[in-house]
Each structure stands twice: as C-alpha cells, then as structure tokens.
C-alpha cells in the first residue's frame, strides 16, 4: 500500500508558485529523500503534507487520509521535525519529552521507558535536567528530532535534521534513521547528496516547485550519465533551468 | 489529558520566567504600598484603601494580558507551535491550554493584593473572598485580550502594546488614579465605554457588599471578556491556518 499518495498538490504565496503540480506515491516503510536547492519547494512541501499549511490545489492521502479533509486522522499518524529547531525553551529536555507523550496520551510506564530509550538513542542522557533554551544548537536540535521519535508515528517527516550537527553525531542519526528503516515511512530533506544516496531508497530532486525526477539514486544517475551522484544532481537542476 | 499536559507546559513556562514573579506580583504592591503612603500624608478618598486596593486589583491583571500574549507571540515565533499543531492539539486544547494555567496567578495576585490591602488597613470580612472570585471573570477579560494580541503581534510588538499601551490604558481608564467624575466629558464616556472602569467599580462594590451595585458592571466586563475571547480564538485559528509564523 501507499503510504503517502500526492496529487497534483500546489501552493501559492501571492504571485509566487512554491510547489506547482506535484504528484507522487511513496510506498510504507520507503526512506524518501526530498531534494532541491534553496528555495525549491521541500519544506512547503512537508508543511502542506503534515497539515502545516493548506494547498491552494490537489489533495494528498497520508494511509488513505486527505490532508484537508481528514486531518485529525493524519494527525495521528505523523510526527514532524521541522527545519528550525522546535523545543520549549524553559523547559528541561526531559519535560520537553514528557510533553510530547503526555499530548500523545501515554501510560506514566510507557512514558519512562520512550523517555529513557530515547535519551539513550540521542545521546541526550548527560543533559536531562537542562532547561533546553541552555543547550547548544546541535542538543537542541537532537531534542527536536527526539521529540518527533517519540511518538512513534507512522510516517515521520525530517526536514534537514542533519543541520548543524557535528560529524559524530551526524552519523549517530543516519544510523537511528537506518535502524527505522522499513519499520516508519520516513520523508526527509537534505543538503548532503552523500547522504541521500547512501540511505534513501528514492530520491525526488524539485526545482521552483516542480518534480524534476523521482527514482532511485542508481538510476539517476543512469539519466544524467554520470556515475557522481552530486554531480547527477546539478547536471539535472541546472538542465531544468534552460 | 493532552489539554492538561499542554497546560501544565505553559504555567512552568510563566512561572519560570523571573519577570512574572516581579510585575505580577512585585508592581502592584510596590503601587498598593506607595499609593497608601501618599494617602497618610495627603488623605484623598480616592486612595482610601477599600477605594483602592480593588483597582490595584484590577490594573494588575493587566500583567496577566502581558504573559499570555508574551507566551503566544514567542511560540510562534520560535516553530514550537508548528510542531504542536502537526500532534493530536485540538484547536480548543490550545485555547483553554493558553487560558486556564493563567487563571491561578490571576488570583494568587489578587489574594497577595488583598492581604497587603488587609495590613494597610482593610476591614476582613467575607466580601474579601468575593473580591477574590470575581477576580475570576475578569480575568478571563485581561487572558483573553492577550490571546488576541499574541495571536497577531511578534514578541517584541507584544512588549509595546501589551507591556506599555494596555497597562496604561487600564490603567488611566479605571478610575483608579483620578476620578472620572471630575474629568468628565468625553474621557469619561471614553471610559465608560470600555472595560476597565467597569471591572474596577465591580470589584468595589463587591468589597463593600453591596452586591446590587455589581449591575450593569458584570455585563460590561462579560459582555467585553464573550468578545475578546471570540475575537481571539478566531485570530488565533486564523493564524493557526495560515501555518506561518509572523
Ligand atoms: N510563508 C511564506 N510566504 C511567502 N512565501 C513563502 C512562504 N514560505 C515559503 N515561501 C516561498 O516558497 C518558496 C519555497 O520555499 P521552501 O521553504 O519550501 O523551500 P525549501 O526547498 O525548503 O528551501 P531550503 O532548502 O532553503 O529550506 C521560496 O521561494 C519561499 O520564499
Ligand atoms: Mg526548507
């Protein structure tokens, strides 16, 4: 089945077209990866696909799910770590999870244990009782991404969680994202192309709001005649411009 | 329940913030305490404290508008709310959970004026609690105007409108500083036509125990608090849809 079915969905800001006519299926347990320079349309593309923002046109269906019409459903089935970090800043790093189960409405037992494998699993143990606001850009931004974890949603939205973490770290995630693998349909953006070939079972590279390609990081390669995947990618974005 | 977590999140938020503890609670003792000194010296009937200590009450809940609107304008402002709003948050958990913990300061500040007001000199008597409860409502008034301009200001325009033009605007328009009567004309109609002075003769009456004289007031202040809340829940959906920040 689909987990995430997108139909000729676009967006307007006034004269300007964020996402223009995208359309595409992503199948349950895929690893996505969203590409596109500055500008390109991901993270629209995430807002509109997690309730964010409404389109101005088409529809998507998250498990079967319209983003506009059955939100609520979508709701509980999503979890989203988006581009800016997303913590409250007075309150600890365990508060903070303690919030997100308790909005997802988890047993106190339940709530523990997801808080203890997940302080685990960020490496977040030795800064547990820190007011986040304290904490440094790449704490706070493991925060975030645990928050998105802990809800253990269905579909999970990563808007470049990679940023502005350090190398360890960094590898730290991709290997949790791996470990997820199959298990959650996983969306993300990112500016590393390493990244996104090495992981995702498909990528889709947008420019100004349109789908350019959407394969497997081999083939795309195969279409550019190119056997660098970075240079795949430029070669494609830069051909859209002509 | 996700309304109570949620809740529970935004009163630690207020309660750890050092200011709340110094304008909520701090300031309008400081002008309970001051406003008594200048009336043993100079005694004005305005400043008797039965007359006072109820629009001290009043004007301090203007702090109240001051942190809800702080607290939304910095949600927004710092994507926490979008997160929140891609969870299982109701549109009316989010209100109720913006509005409820800010409740209990309302009427802890209200219990620390009165007491003060009680060692300068305020007769003990039940009607002190009435005070107290109808602090309830009008609170609701002061939450929900901030609500409304959190909603649609960033935090730092909060701090002008809230922190600067509401509180003197409560403040001026209450009868607490001056009496009306003797400014008359326009300001007084001015007056009369909002909230504030309403909320503050509500509140004497209430110390005197004359609870006959709490009409028309109760209606202002209801009537006023049924619309700010309205208007505020329909701008903070709004915002809520636009999905944007700022
Ligand atoms: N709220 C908004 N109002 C107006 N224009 C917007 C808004 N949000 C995004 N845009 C515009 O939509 C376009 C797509 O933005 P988007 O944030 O989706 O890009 P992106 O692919 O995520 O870029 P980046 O890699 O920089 O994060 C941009 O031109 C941006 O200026
Ligand atoms: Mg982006």
Redesign the pocket.
């Known amino acids: 089945m689909d987990a995430i079915k997108i139909e000729g969905l676009s967006?307007r800001?006034?004269d300007?077209i964020?996402?223009d006519g995208l359309s595409l299926c992503i199948k349950e347990g895929e690893l996505f990866a969203l590409l596109?320079?500055?500008?390109?349309?991901?993270?629209?593309?995430i807002?509109m696909l997690s309730c964010l923002?409404a389109p101005t046109q088409g529809d998507a269906y998250l498990h079967g799910n319209s983003i506009c019409k059955d939100t609520a459903a979508v709701k509980t089935l999503i979890a989203v770590s988006p581009?800016e970090t997303a913590v409250a800043r007075g309150l600890s790093v365990r508060e903070n999870l303690q919030l997100m189960c308790g909005i997802y409405g988890f047993e106190s037992d339940k709530k523990t244990a997801k808080i203890k494998e997940l302080t685990a699993l960020l490496d977040l143990k030795e800064v547990i009782e820190k007011k986040a606001g304290k904490l440094s850009g790449g704490y706070q931004r493991r925060l975030s991404i645990a928050m998105a974890l802990i809800s253990e949603p269905k579909i999970l939205f990563l808007?470049?969680p990679t940023l502005g973490l350090d190398v360890l770290a960094r590898s730290d995630l991709w290997d949790i994202i791996r470990s997820l693998k199959g298990k959650v349909t996983i969306v993300l953006?990112t500016?590393y192309m390493e990244e996104a070939e090495a992981l995702c079972d498909r990528i889709a590279i947008?420019k100004d709001?349109k789908l350019l390609i959407c394969d497997t990081a081999a083939n795309i390669k195969a279409v550019a005649g190119t056997d660098n995947f970075e240079q795949a990618f430029v070669q494609i974005v830069k051909g859209a411009g002509k | 329940m996700r309304m109570l977590t949620f809740a529970n999140r935004n009163a630690k938020e207020i309660i750890r913030d050092p200011l709340t503890l110094f304008f909520g609670l701090g300031f309008p003792l400081v002008l309970i305490l001051l406003l008594s000194a200048i009336q043993a010296n100079i005694p004005v009937d305005l400043f008797e404290i039965a007359h006072l200590s109820p629009g001290i009450a009043v004007f301090g809940l203007s702090f109240m508008t001051l942190f809800s609107a702080t607290l939304i304008a910095r949600d927004r402002s710092s994507s926490l709310l979008q997160r929140l709003y891609t969870t299982p948050l109701t549109p009316l958990d989010f209100i109720l959970g913006y509005t409820l913990p800010i409740i209990p300061f309302a009427v802890a500040q209200s219990i620390c004026c009165y007491l003060v007001a009680i060692i300068l000199g305020l007769e003990v008597t039940v009607n002190i609690l009435g005070a107290v409860l109808f602090i309830i409502p009008i609170s609701v008034l002061f939450i929900a105007l901030g609500l409304l301009c959190g909603s649609v200001l960033n935090d730092k325009q909060v701090g002008g409108i809230c922190g600067a033009l509401l509180t003197n605007l409560s403040a001026w328009l209450s009868g607490t500083w001056f009496d009306l009567e003797l400014v008359g004309g326009v300001f007084r109609k001015i007056a009369y036509a909002l909230p504030f002075v309403h909320a503050v003769e509500l509140e004497r009456a209430v110390i005197r125990g004359s609870y006959a004289d709490i009409f028309p007031h109760l209606w202002w202040v209801l009537g006023y608090a049924a619309v700010a809340l309205l208007a505020a829940v329909l701008l903070f959906l709004r915002q809520m849809k636009?999905?944007?920040a700022t």
């Open positions: 967006k800001y006034g300007l964020a996402v596109g320079v500055n500008g390109a349309g991901k993270t629209t593309t807002k923002t581009q808007d470049e953006t500016h947008m709001g | 636009k999905g944007n």
